[in-house]
């Protein structure tokens, strides 16, 4: 079956480590996206890649880090600098380079920092 | 820049009636996309429904219709014959068909279905 996947679903990290998320997809999809979902806030963009080797500062980059080497991988880094990095992080990818097609969605990380 | 706001934080609707979600939306731009897409427990988003901003017809699926003012930006989604699987949080969003601009989404809505 063709989709996102995002591994771990649940992540614990000590506070100043940096740490990866990981996002796949198999849906020869071009673009993906990487969203921060905290409470009362909805989905704000952290980066965005339309082609390999090429990505985008979404509205809230300070702080992470991606990649773009295969189509199919987009990771996310979280670094130390990110201030207040607990949250649920969202992988999204779209078909084509056009942001108006239907976006999907992976299941999501939940990132806590103790 | 664009942007998408939820006026109801929250909604409750009892099993079988009908609810209306509201969204408005600020844009200079003439043609876009807009979208209501569903956040149920487990978290996984999904796409409930598309208008282009082009087509005055209003976009339906099965139990969700829309009602797109264009001139207001509005753009509120009717879910009809609600059932307990609807409850989920609903985000609204925009996209414009210029530039390649990802989406803009609003704070949500948490829907609540009362058996």
């Known amino acids: 079956d063709g989709g996102i996947t995002q591994s771990p679903k649940y992540l614990f990290r000590k506070e100043g480590q940096n740490v990866t998320l990981s996002c796949e997809q198999n849906?020869?999809?071009?673009?993906m996206y990487w969203y921060r979902q905290d409470p009362g806030q909805g989905l704000r963009l952290i980066y965005y890649?339309?082609?390999?080797?090429?990505?985008q500062k979404g509205d809230i980059a300070e702080g992470y880090s991606v990649s773009r080497e295969k189509k199919e991988s987009f990771p996310l880094t979280v670094t130390s600098a990110q201030k207040n990095p607990t949250a649920f992080y969202l992988c999204?990818?779209?078909?084509?380079?056009?942001?108006?097609?239907?976006?999907?969605f992976g299941p999501g990380t939940r990132l806590t920092v103790l | 820049a664009q942007t998408v706001t939820q006026s109801q934080p929250e909604m409750s609707v009892q099993e079988a009636e009908t609810v209306t979600l509201s969204c408005t939306y600020d844009t200079s731009e003439s043609d876009y996309y807009l979208f209501w897409y569903k956040q149920p427990p487990s978290r996984q988003m999904i796409l409930v429904i598309r208008?282009?901003?082009?087509?005055?017809q209003n976009a339906t699926e099965n139990r969700f219709s829309v009602n797109f003012q264009k001139a207001a930006k509005s753009f509120s989604l009717k879910i009809s014959d609600s059932q307990l699987g609807d409850a989920a949080m609903y985000f609204c969003a925009y996209s414009q068909r210029r530039g390649n601009t990802p989406l803009v989404f609003g704070k949500g809505t948490r829907l609540s279905v009362i058996a």
């Open positions: 890649s339309q082609i390999v080797n090429d990505f």
């Open positions: 208008q282009e901003a082009y087509k005055q």
């Open positions: 849906l020869n999809h071009d673009a």
């Open positions: 999204a990818s779209t078909k084509g380079l056009v942001p108006y097609n239907e976006q999907f």
